[in-house]
């Protein structure tokens, strides 16, 4: 197999060039940011610092995560804080449907943080507020992201049921990575609650991070994990390091190595494969219904 070109980041410190991103700046942008904190609303975009926010918000999009802004697992990827949720707001459902409405958004995606701590791992909030945005906004489709559910199978149905035309639950990394990357969680049940997902009728979803240290071959695995377990859509992306206190990038890869695992994911079966430095589960969202 042909080796494409990676670049590792100990021989140059600074990112490549084609991981620069603009500034977030318009008109549209400014409107997104006011109707966010004007409803107290919190996005992924900017708890997960998303390279792509000045985009997405400037075309008049937003990531939407509710059940808060802390999480409960401590997952060394990622840049939302970790502790133990004081928030659970009934309303959050309303005013996400009311946010959505203003924003004139024709396609929505919605995240949350993990609730561990909760019976139904937020699933309740997570059914009404699909129900309330397909009632105030009857034509705005619908992406949820959804965490591990730690096969609790019947809160899964309840967070997938509510009218929502594409499920997505990020694996993340790689099977061999998972104790660093993912700790509280485990590979075989992520797949299982993909498998539950498409068994329950939903389009679904998955996004895998690239730079962490995986070879090419378990990204192959992984690619034929999911289309085993019945994956219509993956998104393949750039891992960016938060903070210093996060895992570290251990490779850049190159363009070239995300068009061909966009090629390969095809080949084994996969509907759609978003692949790029850039991109991020909810990066051309839209297109994966």
Known sequence: MIELPQVNPAANSRKPDWLR????IGEKYTNVRKIVD????????????????????????????????????????CAVATGRPNEYDEDEPRRVADAIKLMNVKHAVITSVNRDELKDKGAEIWYQT????????????????????????????????????????????????YRYVRPQ????????????????????????????????????????????????VLTLGQYLQPTKMHHEVIEWIHPDTFAMYKEEGL???????????????????????
């Open 21 to 24: 991103v603009k500034l977030p």
């Open 38 to 77: 004007e409803y107290k609303l919190h996005t992924i975009c900017q708890s997960g610092n998303c390279p792509n926010m000045g985009e997405c918000w400037g075309e008049g999009t937003a990531t939407f995560m509710i059940l808060g802004n802390v999480c409960t697992r401590s997952c060394t990827f």
């Open 130 to 177: 699909v129900r309330a945005v397909k009632e105030t906004t009857p034509l705005t489709t619908i992406e949820t992201l959804i965490p591990d559910v730690k096969a609790n199978w019947d809160a899964l149905i309840r967070m997938i049921e509510g009218g929502q035309e594409v499920v997505s639950h990020n694996m993340e990394t790689v099977e061999r990575l």
């Open 185 to 232: 969680a485990k590979y075989a049940r992520s797949l299982e609650q993909i498998k539950r997902t498409k068994e329950f009728g939903k389009r679904n979803k998955s996004g895998i991070m690239l730079g962490l240290g995986e070879t090419q071959e378990e990204v192959f695995k992984a690619m034929d994990d999911l289309v085993e377990h019945g994956l219509d």
């Open 267 to 289: 080949k084994r079966g996969l509907a759609y494969v978003e692949s790029g430095a850039l991109v991020r589960s909810s990066y051309h969202a839209e297109k994966h219904i």
